[in-house]
């Protein structure tokens, strides 16, 4: 990742937006609290998009899920656009997506702003919903992120910028999360939680479906 002398301008600020995260915390095997999506419809067309045994529900679905049902033929530009087009812009899809945008084309100053936004929206709404392994598999993909921004914008480690990390490691939010998503970038474990993440199964069931594994596999596509 590279940065232009322009955008080092933004480094004083974004240095005090995270010093902040330099300590962490292991959280070991994050489990929700009862099953919070047992009464959340997923329809036939996105079960079928996810590569899942259809259930014997039949559901119309949310507008989230016919959304990303839709649009796997989309580039990702295209994909971003367009799910900012559908999103509201007082959610916390509306930052995040706001967030991979700005990382696609290059624009890593307000790429961060958007994910230091969106770090504390999205976990605050999935906390409130009970959520908690997504909540905490979200914030340390953005955590992540943001720490590798504020270390390639922090020239000679002047601040101690190497030790900023992120919050906690994948695996200790979901044990036995797959190698591919353990070691793969961020940025592109955020993308395929936009393309494939519609809220309505559990975030351990998702990760392991054929659609989530094809997008890791092919960056995001």
Do not use: H
């Given at each position: 990742?590279?940065?232009?002398?322009?955008k080092?301008?933004?480094?004083?600020?974004l240095?005090?937006?995270?010093l902040?995260a330099i300590?962490t915390?292991a959280?070991g095997?994050v489990?929700?609290e009862?099953d919070?999506?047992?009464d959340?419809?997923?329809?036939?067309e996105y079960?079928?998009f996810l590569?899942?045994?259809?259930n014997?529900q039949?559901?119309?679905c949310t507008?989230?899920?016919?959304?990303i049902?839709?649009?796997?033929n989309?580039?990702i530009?295209?994909?971003?656009d367009?799910?900012?087009?559908k999103?509201d812009?007082k959610?916390?899809?509306?930052?995040?997506?706001?967030?991979?945008?700005?990382?696609?084309?290059?624009?890593?100053?307000?790429?961060?702003?958007?994910?230091?936004?969106?770090d504390?929206?999205?976990?605050?709404?999935l906390?409130?919903?009970g959520d908690q392994?997504?909540?905490?598999?979200?914030?340390?993909?953005?955590?992540?992120?943001?720490?590798l921004?504020?270390?390639?914008?922090c020239?000679?480690n002047?601040?101690n910028?190497?030790l900023?990390d992120r919050?906690?490691?994948?695996?200790?939010?979901?044990?036995g999360?797959e190698?591919?998503?353990?070691?793969?970038?961020s940025?592109i474990?955020?993308?395929?939680?936009?393309?494939?993440d519609?809220f309505s199964?559990p975030?351990?069931q998702l990760i392991?479906t054929p659609?989530f594994?094809k997008?890791?596999q092919?960056?995001?596509?």
């Amino acid at each position: 990742m590279k940065v232009s002398k322009s955008k080092m301008l933004f480094s004083n600020f974004l240095l005090g937006l995270t010093l902040t995260a330099i300590a962490t915390t292991a959280l070991g095997d994050v489990i929700n609290e009862g099953d919070i999506f047992e009464d959340r419809p997923i329809c036939a067309e996105y079960q079928d998009f996810l590569g899942l045994e259809r259930n014997s529900q039949d559901s119309e679905c949310t507008e989230t899920q016919e959304f990303i049902s839709n649009s796997a033929n989309l580039d990702i530009l295209e994909f971003l656009d367009e799910y900012l087009e559908k999103a509201d812009e007082k959610s916390s899809l509306f930052l995040l997506a706001n967030a991979q945008r700005s990382i696609v084309r290059g624009d890593y100053s307000a790429a961060f702003i958007w994910m230091d936004i969106a770090d504390r929206q999205v976990y605050s709404d999935l906390i409130l919903s009970g959520d908690q392994v997504r909540a905490s598999f979200y914030s340390s993909v953005l955590s992540d992120l943001k720490s590798l921004f504020i270390k390639d914008v922090c020239q000679n480690n002047k601040f101690n910028c190497q030790l900023i990390d992120r919050y906690f490691e994948l695996d200790e939010i979901i044990e036995g999360i797959e190698k591919n998503i353990l070691e793969e970038r961020s940025d592109i474990v955020l993308l395929c939680l936009l393309r494939t993440d519609a809220f309505s199964i559990p975030l351990r069931q998702l990760i392991v479906t054929p659609k989530f594994k094809k997008c890791i596999q092919f960056n995001g596509e």
